[in-house]
């Protein structure tokens, strides 16, 4: 059982219902632009569910995959997943986003952690790709943490609030996570927990049980 002071966060399977939730996220302009490359305009329900509907397709061709970060109490926080799945290069792109209430909470570096578990342990992919605008420094903190290495600058290529950003693009392999791991682990109190599944009773959790 986990102690009272404890903060439990799960990771589930994105729901269509979680479309609504999505939606009000992103009516702030500013956080829809750290999150998304491509989008500006914040979106109604029909454009939420365009956008997403691969991702709930059951018979989606297994290139993305998404779950909501939630609180014990059913309460979603973020949502955290891996985009451009290639079953030939084992490779893909992860993106997190954070409501604004739990930014520095740790959870997110933790949902982070967890998932890459899941992408090279579940998935078998050997590379992880990420992308943050170079001005994004809470970003930037957490792949830094997690032993992601930049690979170069797309110059100008984000457009945002009337100027263009520079982009970071940064990779993490699968043997360099294997290193970083039981050291993160070490960093991180277990005072938050993020895990798959109804409870934080398996071993699909961060940090991980001895």
């Not at 269509?16 to 979106?43: H, N, S, Y």
């Not at 991702?55 to 779950?67: M, Q, S, V, Y």
Request: proline share 3%; glycine share 8%.
């Amino acid at each position: 059982m986990a102690e009272a002071s404890q903060r439990q966060f799960r990771l589930r399977p994105l729901e269509k219902g979680d479309l609504a939730t999505i939606q009000r996220w992103f009516q702030d302009v500013e956080d829809l632009a750290l999150f998304d490359r491509t989008c500006r305009i914040p979106m109604n329900q029909a454009q939420t569910e365009h956008i997403w509907e691969d991702a709930l397709n059951e018979t989606g061709d297994g290139k993305r995959c998404w779950f909501i970060i939630e609180t014990r109490d059913d309460e979603a926080q973020g949502l955290i997943g891996i985009e451009a799945i290639s079953t030939i290069n084992r490779d893909g792109v992860v993106a997190l986003f954070i409501d604004k209430a739990l930014r520095g909470s740790g959870a997110g570096i933790r949902a982070s952690a967890l998932m890459l578990d899941f992408a090279f342990r579940q998935l078998g992919l050997n590379r992880i790709t990420s992308y943050c605008r170079t001005d994004n420094q809470r970003s930037r903190d957490v792949l830094r943490a997690l032993s992601f290495q930049e690979e170069g600058t797309m110059r100008r290529a984000w457009f945002s609030d009337g100027q263009f950003h520079d982009v970071l693009v940064v990779g993490l392999l699968q043997q360099e996570w294997a290193t970083r791991r039981p050291s993160l682990a070490r960093e991180l109190g277990p005072e938050t927990v993020v895990c798959f599944g109804p409870d934080c009773s398996t071993g699909w959790i961060w940090p991980p049980r001895e």
